[in-house]
């Protein structure tokens, strides 16, 4: 049996082996193959091979690591992986509070300047009606002060005829008499 790597290097070869177990580890990435030939027999004999190919974790003997007496450190590196998993988590409740509290302060600012925009929209409105108002107010005293500075000047001079008439009228009597 030999295993070769995708770019020829052999990792493992055996010649005359009936039965066993070997492993390697890949530093190349790609396909490796493993060939099997069994020597040319007369008369020709029938080859069982059984092949079992693992990868990754399942690749890992997990009996012969609890016997090796590495289980107290990998016990130790997994409370540390479970306290980093909780705080990491703590930390998603803690953000996700953080950001249902930044939406309702959100929210509650959206309406309140809603109602300020209101508020300014009213103000202005009615500051312009006042405006107007007054405008009109001082256009219609203004109109009747011409009109009354009018009839005041009509009425002097009726009262100025008049006086004249009178007088004449007066003098007239005087010197008849």
Same mark, same amino acid.
């Given at each position: ?5 995708? /770019?020829? +290097? ?30 040319? /027999? #007369?008369?020709?004999?029938?080859? %069982? ?17 609890? #016997? ?20 990491? /988590? ?15 302060? @959100? ?7 809603? %109602?300020?925009?209101? *508020?300014?929209? +009213? ?10 108002? /007054? *405008? ?10 011409? %009109?009354?500075? %009018? ?9 100025? #005829? ?9 003098? @007239? ?5």
């Amino acid at each position: 049996m030999q295993v070769t790597s995708p /770019h020829g +290097v052999s990792y493992h070869y055996g010649d005359k082996v009936e039965k066993g177990t070997f492993a390697f580890t890949a530093s190349e990435n790609g396909p490796y193959s493993a060939c099997f030939w069994s020597p040319l /027999h #007369k008369p020709p004999l029938t080859t %069982i091979v059984e092949f079992d190919w693992r990868s990754g974790v399942e690749a890992r003997d997990w009996s012969n690591v609890a #016997k090796k007496g590495n289980i107290e450190a990998m016990e130790i590196e997994l409370r540390k992986l479970s306290v980093t998993v909780r705080n990491v /988590h703590a930390e998603m409740y803690y953000l996700r509070d953080r950001e249902e509290e930044m939406q309702e302060l @959100n929210l509650s600012t959206n309406s309140e300047m809603a %109602i300020m925009g209101f *508020l300014s929209l +009213v103000v202005c409105v009615s500051v312009a009606g006042l405006q107007s108002w /007054h *405008l009109r107010c001082y256009k219609r005293a203004a109109t009747d002060r011409e %009109i009354a500075g %009018i009839d005041k000047a009509r009425i002097r001079e009726r009262e100025s #005829k008049d006086t004249d008439t009178r007088f004449t009228w007066f003098t @007239n009597t005087m010197c008849v008499s």
